[in-house]
């Protein structure tokens, strides 16, 4: 069950590190690759693999045969490549290995039960097998964001192309395991090569980045993008061409496809790029480069909608599918529901609601990480990292006095690291340039290296005794009758299996809000949109018209949340009517056929049943 996943993110990985190196190694005629180890060079390659499968999305060409063409250049360069990379392993690697072995792989190995993530199952996961199965863009209006960009997202329509579920979350799990090596290798690059494995620790210690790295949100990826483009600022030496601002901004471009929020960023990186260079037409270039980058989301947006940011901004681009009513609600909810009240003394207790978990809707953050934002103030009197921190402190600025969203702050989570292990690692280092001399060095190398062992050997018998404890309590799941056994425990899948058994050509939803990704077939229902399973509960006056109402969309099966209020008045209402059929119900919810209705007109129905068709969804929402 593991086996094949596996190898399929080894050679897609490996692809991914070959089309990086390439383009490192030919970008401008003068790159070296052997110069980048592994981080730039996979992020890269990741971005070229996205930007090409979105064009054979586009053209309709997307398979297995072309998922294989577009790999074997990948591969052929990183086989090319590797024989100039193997020698470049030195012990700060190996305690990065002891690091991903005690932090990463025990979080990793909760692939392998299906996914818990409320956005996974609602719209990630389902817009990608919706992808897959087409083999072409197209846009499901039923989903909470029928439009969006979705570069990473693109990754897991490769998932579903060549396996499916858990390899899908296992490209998230990779983002944060580059993010970790990447902060390692700033490390070396910049003579700080214990802090950059003291900053990997920190990161993958974290709890959110724990819970979030074995399911298929997308804000991990997002993080990537964010860091990678940040890195060549904090490699800055003392000569302004050093500063590898075309990797930059095709990073921040990669970020500005991955969600909507990697615009923020732009102004951000312009304004930073703006202090290090002094000159305007590199940082229009810079930001000419990252916007043409990440604008192939946009233009589809727009050919589809008229939006480049739909279902944003609707007010000033025209509505479509969502309506104002429904934008100022997920406003709401976006701005104003999380978190504590958007003041500057709440903002200067921010430190003590992180500790006091104010903020645990996906896992909140170590003490190490809280100490990186206590000391970024501080660190604006260091000048090497002057600007990191003014760039740490400006993003937490906005993100408080806006979402309070955790995991919206992710990309930040690598710098922040940077700060807090630099700030506890430099004093110790200044002592102990102090106390070793010459005479000592070669018995602290022996010291170091017994320590680097044992560390290791604790590493691995840590992570082993984690997963034994998750395999035994059955929380994972070694063979495929265990994942259908740990489904079937799920009230959602239940129902949501028995609908698909039906072969219906849709069904509707009302609530179930997190199991579109167990359907088979088109499913509707949702708080936003064409298919509003609220206001066609409340507007419900009799069996009959909401029969009718639902026939008009094609639907043939209606699944009902019981533990909601308003969705249990309905059932109470289409219980033992002519026009519903109950052929199915758990303690959560009822599953009812939608019987024929004479004199309704079905030729709306026999045309959703002929295909999935953006053009016709959208009449059936006028």
Request: proline share 4%; hydrophobic share 55%; with cysteine.
């Given at each position: 069950m593991l086996i094949k996943p596996l190898i399929w993110l080894m050679l897609i990985s490996m692809s991914s590190w070959g089309w990086g190196c390439y383009l490192l190694s030919h970008l401008n005629g003068r790159h070296e690759a052997s110069?980048?180890?592994?981080?730039?060079?996979?992020?890269?390659?990741?971005?070229?693999?996205?930007?090409?499968?979105?064009v054979l999305l586009l053209l309709g060409l997307m398979n297995v045969v072309?998922?294989?063409?577009?790999?074997?250049?990948?591969?052929?360069?990183?086989?090319?490549?590797w024989p100039n990379h193997r020698n470049t392993i030195n012990i700060y690697y190996v305690l990065l290995?002891?690091?991903?072995?005690?932090?990463?792989?025990?979080?990793?190995?909760?692939?392998?039960?299906?996914?818990?993530?409320?956005?996974?199952?609602?719209?990630?996961?389902?817009?990608?097998?919706?992808?897959?199965?087409?083999?072409?863009?197209?846009?499901?209006?039923?989903?909470?964001?029928?439009?969006?960009?979705?570069?990473?997202?693109?990754?897991?329509?490769?998932?579903?192309?060549?396996?499916?579920?858990?390899?899908?979350?296992?490209?998230?799990?990779?983002?944060?395991?580059?993010?970790?090596?990447?902060?390692v290798e700033w490390g070396v690059k910049t003579n700080r090569a214990l802090a950059g494995v003291f900053a990997s620790f920190i990161w993958l210690s974290t709890v959110i980045v724990t819970k979030l790295l074995s399911s298929a949100y997308i804000d991990l990826g997002l993080a990537m993008f964010v860091f990678a483009a940040a890195l060549p600022f904090l490699l800055i030496k003392k000569k302004q061409d050093d500063i590898d601002w075309q990797i930059s901004a095709i990073f921040l471009?990669?970020?500005?496809?991955?969600?909507?929020?990697?615009?923020?960023?732009?102004?951000?990186?312009?304004?930073?790029?703006?202090?290090?260079?002094?000159?305007?037409?590199?940082?229009?270039y810079y930001v000419l480069v990252s916007l043409l980058v990440g604008s192939p989301w946009y233009l589809y947006n727009v050919w589809v909608s008229g939006n480049p940011v739909h279902p944003f901004l609707q007010n000033l681009f025209g509505y479509w599918l969502w309506t104002a009513e429904d934008l100022r609600r997920q406003g709401d909810d976006l701005l104003i529901k999380h978190g504590v009240d958007r003041t500057w003394l709440e903002l200067i207790k921010l430190p003590y609601h992180f500790a006091e978990d104010k903020y645990i809707k996906h896992g909140g953050i170590s003490g190490l990480m809280i100490w990186g934002l206590v000391i970024s103030p501080l660190m604006l009197l260091v000048k090497t990292y002057r600007w990191l921190a003014c760039f740490v402190l400006i993003n937490v600025v906005l993100w408080f006095f806006t979402s309070q969203i955790l995991r919206y702050l992710l990309p930040v989570f690598p710098l922040i690291a940077i700060l807090a292990a630099v700030s506890i690692l430099q004093p110790l280092t200044w002592l102990a340039k102090k106390w070793i001399n010459t005479d000592k060095q070669k018995w602290f190398r022996i010291i170091n290296t017994c320590l680097v062992v044992l560390v290791l050997m604790w590493s691995l018998n840590h992570a082993h005794?984690?997963?034994?404890?998750?395999?035994?309590?059955?929380q994972l799941a070694l063979t495929e009758s265990q994942w259908l056994s740990m489904l079937e425990k799920k009230l959602d899948y239940q129902i949501f299996s028995e609908a698909n058994k039906h072969k219906p050509r849709a069904?509707?939803?009302?609530?179930?809000?997190?199991?579109?990704?167990?359907?088979?077939?088109?499913?509707?229902?949702?708080?936003?949109?064409?298919?509003?399973?609220?206001?066609?509960?409340?507007?419900a006056k009799s069996p009959e018209t909401v029969a009718k109402h639902l026939r008009s969309k094609g639907v043939d099966l209606v699944i009902i949340d019981l533990s909601n209020p308003l969705f249990n008045r309905l059932d109470a209402k289409i219980k033992g009517s002519e026009y519903f059929q109950l052929v199915f119900e758990n303690s959560k919810g009822r599953l009812y056929r939608l019987n024929y209705i004479a004199g309704i007109h079905n030729e709306k129905s026999a045309q959703f049943a002929a295909g999935f068709d953006r053009r016709f969804l959208y009449q059936l929402s006028e």
């Open positions: 110069d980048h180890r592994f981080f730039f060079p996979y992020v890269l390659g990741t971005g070229c693999v996205i930007l090409l499968t979105f072309a998922v294989f063409i577009m790999l074997l250049p990948g591969l052929y360069c990183a086989v090319k490549q290995l002891a690091v991903i072995i005690s932090e990463f792989l025990p979080a990793f190995a909760y692939v392998l039960r299906p996914e818990v993530a409320a956005d996974s199952l609602s719209y990630h996961l389902p817009y990608a097998k919706f992808l897959a199965q087409n083999q072409s863009l197209a846009v499901n209006e039923f989903l909470r964001y029928p439009l969006n960009t979705l570069n990473f997202n693109l990754l897991y329509v490769i998932a579903y192309l060549v396996d499916g579920e858990i390899l899908a979350r296992m490209f998230h799990g990779m983002a944060a395991l580059a993010v970790a090596i990447g902060l471009g990669l970020a500005v496809g991955t969600k909507y929020l990697g615009l923020m960023y732009v102004p951000l990186f312009a304004a930073w790029f703006w202090v290090i260079s002094k000159n305007p037409r590199y940082v229009a005794e984690k997963i034994k404890k998750r395999i035994v309590r059955g069904s509707f939803k009302f609530g179930f809000n997190y199991a579109n990704h167990y359907a088979d077939h088109i499913i509707m229902g949702d708080w936003f949109g064409v298919a509003n399973m609220a206001s066609i509960a409340r507007g």
